[in-house]
């Protein structure tokens, strides 16, 4: 017999007749703040359930579902889910997780479709072979974190903070980006790296200061008033992109055709090996 208890006042909140929460199902179930610290809840059964400020940090989940699972506020700190459904892909029908903790995170080949992550923290998590498509992220925190293998389209990022992120062979087409910090992000192609894919992606206003971009697809790409000083675009794929007003400072476009860039009001006298057309008009 196994029993949840509150993380704070130790009130017993369900008594679960098994020897362990493996498989448990608790669907629909009300265990907000619960005290599920380090728990193996592989399988388990969470759909709907209300888990808001619950302590899960260090929890198992392989396999577990959590589609429309209530987490606002709870404490998912190294986490591991492996396999687990968080959406069953519909608008509204993915989990919340608003304001959660969730550094160091693990999510290895899970469904988090319309998934909604805004103002979580989500430092040094690892996100692998997972889709996030349509997922929400805003001013949410992913320093460091690592994502590879995984869908990121039409994910809203606007206000987040990705300095240092870690993203290989991803999807992000159109993905919003809106004053987004990407500063020494790595996206690019170096080292035998797959890189990103961005077209489509609205990156008005971002911080992408020492970014690697070298390779990435940026077809369409709105990088208007962009930071990109220093940022390293060499082989990118710019056509119809945006550049107006951003800042190129000590940016590296070896490679780059800007024929069909918009780069009204760039200063591209103080950019590196940028060819721009004689036809092009206010560009310092």
Known sequence: ?????????????RIVKAGNLIGVDLREDILDGADLRGADLSGAWLQETDLAGADLSGAI???????????VGADLSGARFEGARLSDGSPGGG???????????????????????????????????????????????????????????????????LSDVDIQNTHMNGAKLYRTRLD???????GGRIPVVLNLAN?????????DLRGVS???VNMHHADLTRADLSGVQLMGGVLRHADVT???????????????FANFSCARNAVVPAFKHNVR
């Open 218 to 220: 940026m077809c369409d």
């Open 61 to 71: 989940l392989k396999g577990a579902i959590l589609v429309r699972t209530h987490l």
């Open 95 to 161: 989990a919340l997780l608003a304001g959660c903790n969730l550094v160091g995170v693990v999510f290895d080949g899970c469904d988090l479709r319309y998934v909604d992550m805004h103002e979580s923290d989500l430092s040094d998590a690892q996100i692998r072979r997972t889709d996030l498509t349509n997922a929400c992220f805003r001013s949410a925190r992913l320093r460091r974190a690592q994502i590879r293998d995984s869908l990121l389209m039409e994910a809203l990022f606007s206000n987040a903070d």
């Open 203 to 211: 990156m008005r206003e971002a911080s992408l200061v020492d970014a």
């Open 250 to 264: 000590d940016a590296d476009f070896s490679g780059v055709s800007l024929e069909t860039v918009n780069v009204t």
């Open 184 to 190: 020494r992000a790595r996206l690019g192609s170096s």
């Open 1 to 13: 017999m196994v029993e949840i208890r509150h993380r704070d006042s130790g009130e017993v909140l």
